[in-house]
């Protein structure tokens, strides 16, 4: 079966809204809140189309279906966030058995976990999800500057150049609102702010042409969660780490359980490129989508 279940927090997502700040800020992924969170000796508006933070971080039950990890000691600026956030890390599991399937036979591949996984040794992720971060510092902005379900249409330079103004819809209103803001800041992936944001006066055309044709990364990458009531992977010795025909081609463990004080026991599995992507949607129930094992 199919579910979508949002981590929920306690912002506010008061309808009201500021008519004139000093910065705007579209989209409430890690990015945007980190602005928001810095320039809080200002007054900010954060936009998000969606109906929920986080962007590219997705965590249903704690498990991630977007971005998975950190590299210790290299990313110190998202250790340091996870710190202050009070966001706890759990050592990403690879050891044990490793499996290969092809044709529905399975393979004993060893400790070989490490060298499978897309994350590769090391690798760190975070308890309750990558999304927990950006829960976090959504939770600490102040009351109704955070906007969700608002998408930007367009944002247009002042006839006298100070400043900007942008033009928005709520979703499920047909009304288009305005924000002024002395600075605007796009915290979302240049192709999309190319393809869903017109610019007055226009940008530069190469300035846009790059933003158009500037990839979204990881935008033909497709996950699946798989849930379970135990991590029997554990009691198995294995890793959790499996190859496998078909168009999730690699699969390790997402949640340990109990075992780990996360909400699930599960493991991932992640297919690449638009084929992968075009067999797994008739299944998809929305922004995420897990299939429950019983």
Known sequence: RTCSNHPTTHYDQSMSCATRVDVAIVG??????????????????????????GGRLLSPQGVDLGGSWYWPPHDTAVAALSRRLGVDSIAQRLDGEAFSV???QAQRLGNAGAQMAPCGPGAVRFRGGYQALPLALAAALPNGSLQLGCRVLSVDQNEDGNGVRLAYRRAGSADVQHLHARRVVLALPPGVAAAQIVFAPPLPAPQHRQMATTATWCG????????????????????????????????WEGGGGAELHEQA??????????????????????????????
């Open 102 to 104: 092809s044709a529905g």
């Open 265 to 294: 026991a599960a493991l991932i599995g992640l297919g690449f490129g638009e084929a992968a992507c075009s067999s797994l949607a008739p299944f998809s129930g929305g922004d995420a989508d897990a299939a429950d094992a019983d």
């Open 28 to 53: 409430a992924g890690v990015s945007g809140l980190v602005c928001a969170a810095a320039l809080r000796t200002k007054s900010v508006v954060v936009l998000e189309a969606r109906s929920r933070v």
């Open 220 to 251: 033909d990458w497709c996950k699946v969660v798989a849930t379970f009531r135990t991590p029997f992977w554990r009691a198995a010795r294995a890793s959790g780490v499996v190859a496998a025909d078909g168009p999730l081609q690699i699969w």
